[in-house]
C-alpha cells in the first residue's frame, strides 16, 4: 500500500476523516484556508531560496520578499490588497507575519556555509511492505572550519510550543530520517528542526528503535485500511472538523 505522511497523520487524528476523504471521496477546504495558503507560501519562498543557491545563485533578501508576495497575494488586484475588510485586514496582517518571518530566515541561512544536496524532494520510500510518498524538505552539507556535516533539514509553521518532547517524537521529523537512510544507504549526522514561526532551530538524532515504532506506526495505519477499520474518534478536533455534518449522518 501507498500511505503519504498526510493520510497517516489524519488517519491518527481520526480514520473517519480518512474515510471520508480518501475513501469516499469527499473533498472539502482544510479548517483555516487562509492560513494554508499563507504556510503554502512561506514554504515555498523557503524552497526558492534552497533551489537559487543550488543552482549557484545567492538570491538576496528582497528576492524572497518579492517570490513570498507574488505566491501569496496571486490572484488579488491593488484594490484587494489595500482593501479595508475584515478579509484584507487578515490577509495583510498574516502578509506582515510573512515578511517578518523571511527576513529572520534570510538572516539565519543567509550565514552558513553549506552545499544543498537535496531540495523539495518528491519520493517514494519502502516501508516493510508498504511504500510511504512524501516530501524531503532539504538535506545539505553544512561547512565548518574543521569538518562537514550531513544535516536533515525539515521546516514547520506549527503553532503549537517546539520543545524536546515535540523535537524527539516528531512522526515527520522521523519520516525525514527514515527516508534519508533508505535513499543514501547512510546515516546523517543530525536532524534539524526550523520553526519558522519562532526563528528557532532545534537538532536532534533518531536511534534505530524510533525507526522500528515508525515502521510500527505505518504498518498499523496500512493494516488498519486494509481491513477496513475505521471509527469515528471524539476529540477537540471535532469542533472544527469540516466533517462534521457527514460524521452525524453516517451509519455504521
Given at each position: 500500500?501507498d500511505?503519504?505522511?498526510?493520510?497517516i497523520?489524519?488517519f491518527?487524528?481520526?480514520?473517519?476523516?480518512y474515510?471520508?476523504?480518501?475513501?469516499?471521496g469527499?473533498?472539502?477546504?482544510?479548517?483555516?484556508?487562509?492560513?494554508?495558503?499563507y504556510?503554502?507560501s512561506?514554504?515555498?519562498?523557503?524552497?526558492?531560496?534552497?533551489y537559487?543557491?543550488?543552482?549557484g545563485?545567492q538570491p538576496?533578501?528582497?528576492q524572497?520578499?518579492?517570490?513570498?508576495?507574488?505566491?501569496?497575494?496571486?490572484?488579488?488586484?491593488p484594490?484587494?490588497?489595500?482593501?479595508?475588510?475584515?478579509?484584507?485586514?487578515?490577509y495583510?496582517a498574516?502578509?506582515a507575519?510573512?515578511?517578518?518571518?523571511?527576513?529572520?530566515?534570510?538572516?539565519?541561512?543567509s550565514?552558513?556555509?553549506?552545499?544543498p544536496?537535496?531540495?523539495?524532494?518528491?519520493?517514494?520510500v519502502?516501508?516493510?511492505?508498504?511504500?510511504?510518498?512524501m516530501?524531503?524538505?532539504?538535506?545539505?552539507?553544512?561547512k565548518?572550519?574543521e569538518?562537514?556535516?550531513t544535516?536533515?533539514?525539515?521546516f514547520?509553521?506549527?503553532?503549537?510550543?517546539?520543545?524536546?518532547?515535540?523535537?524527539?517524537?516528531?512522526?515527520?521529523?522521523?519520516?525525514?530520517?527514515?527516508?534519508f537512510?533508505?535513499?543514501?544507504e547512510?546515516?546523517?549526522?543530525?536532524?534539524?528542526?526550523?520553526?519558522?514561526?519562532?526563528?528557532k532551530?532545534?537538532?536532534t538524532?533518531?536511534?534505530?528503535?524510533?525507526?522500528?515504532?515508525?515502521e510500527?506506526?505505518?504498518?498499523?495505519?496500512?493494516?488498519a485500511?486494509?481491513?477496513?477499520k475505521?471509527?469515528p474518534?471524539?476529540?477537540?478536533q471535532?469542533?472544527?472538523?469540516?466533517?462534521?455534518?457527514?460524521?452525524?449522518?453516517?451509519?455504521?
Open positions: 500500500m500511505l503519504t505522511l498526510e493520510q497523520h489524519e491518527n487524528i481520526c480514520p473517519m476523516i474515510k471520508f476523504k480518501y475513501i469516499m469527499i473533498r472539502r477546504d482544510g479548517f483555516y484556508p487562509l492560513e494554508d495558503k504556510h503554502e512561506i514554504r515555498k519562498t523557503i524552497m526558492f531560496y534552497y537559487q543557491i543550488l543552482n545563485r538576496t533578501l528582497e524572497l520578499r518579492q517570490k513570498f508576495g507574488s505566491i501569496f497575494f496571486k490572484d488579488k488586484t484594490l484587494d490588497i489595500l482593501g479595508s475588510s475584515t478579509f484584507d485586514s487578515n495583510n498574516l502578509s507575519q510573512g515578511i517578518k518571518t523571511i527576513n529572520a530566515f534570510y538572516n539565519r541561512e550565514a552558513k556555509q553549506f552545499v544536496i537535496m531540495v523539495d524532494q518528491d519520493v517514494r519502502p516501508v516493510k511492505d508498504h511504500h510511504l510518498i516530501t524531503i524538505d532539504l538535506v545539505r552539507e553544512m565548518y572550519t569538518r562537514s556535516l544535516e536533515v533539514v525539515m514547520t509553521n506549527t503553532k503549537k510550543n517546539v520543545d524536546t518532547f515535540y523535537v524527539n517524537h516528531n512522526v515527520n521529523l522521523t519520516a525525514h530520517a527514515y527516508a537512510r533508505k535513499l543514501f547512510t546515516k546523517e549526522n543530525r536532524l534539524v528542526i526550523q520553526h519558522m514561526k519562532s526563528g532551530e532545534f537538532f538524532v533518531r536511534k534505530d528503535h524510533e525507526l522500528r515504532r515508525f510500527a506506526i505505518v504498518d498499523c495505519v496500512a493494516d485500511i486494509t481491513r477496513d475505521f471509527y474518534v471524539h476529540n477537540i471535532c469542533n472544527r472538523c469540516v466533517y462534521r455534518d457527514v460524521c452525524d449522518k453516517y451509519k455504521f
